[in-house]
């Protein structure tokens, strides 16, 4: 950006002036203005760098799909941050969604959970957070022939100051065998969390 901005300094402002014959004055003056006003943008932009560099999302099963998943059944997630600047995770979020191509209103599920609240984390610090979830057997799966289609989008901040997308394959429920006519008992999405403050050798 810093080399863009120098570019038009030298050659754009005496090119525009060539071109814009007319106007040369007016074509100086605006390009040096654009010139000016992006340079001043590359350096805040390198001395004010995006919160959060690049996370980390591991779940503890993958396939040919990348990350994936079993309905009714507990799985273990790992989010890792590393912010440049203090992050505060008010809150931290993860969030289940499935959605149905074609269809622009609600998704067909949705399931959010907390992993932090209120808390801070320091610049350069590395923050893990481990959490076991379960779906419920009741949400859709993964359906190429329905166009059904999950992701896993990992946010801090209400609003959201960042977030994150991960496609997420889904799998339908182990259904074990049962006597005739017995119910099956429908569960609640369950999840536990713990999390710990990482330290990151130089």
């Keep these: 950006m810093v080399i863009t901005a120098v570019i038009l300094l030298r050659w754009g402002i005496p090119l525009a002036s060539r071109i814009f014959e007319g106007y040369g004055d007016l074509a100086s003056i605006v390009f040096g203005a654009g010139s000016i006003a992006l340079l001043v943008y590359a350096f805040w932009s390198w001395a004010n760098p995006r919160v959060v560099v690049p996370s980390v999302v591991r779940i503890d099963n993958h396939d040919d799909e990348g990350l994936s998943v079993t309905l009714d ?47 801070s984390v320091g610049a350069g610090e590395t923050v893990r957070y481990d959490a076991s ?70």
């Design 73 to 119: 059944h507990a799985f273990s997630l790992r989010v890792v941050l590393n912010p440049r600047n203090t992050l505060a995770l008010d809150p931290l979020l993860v969030r289940f969604v499935a959605e149905e191509a074609g269809r622009r209103k609600e998704p067909l599920f949705s399931a959010e959970y907390v992993l932090d609240h209120g808390r």
């Design 133 to 202: 979830i379960e779906l419920p057997g009741e949400a859709p799966c993964t359906s190429h022939k329905r166009g059904i289609a999950w992701r896993l989008e990992v946010s801090v901040g209400a609003p959201p100051g960042f977030t994150r997308a991960y496609p997420l394959h889904v799998r339908p429920a182990v259904r074990s065998a049962r006597a005739p006519g017995k119910k099956v008992r429908q569960r609640r999405p369950k999840v536990a969390t713990s999390n710990e403050r990482c330290i990151v050798a130089p």
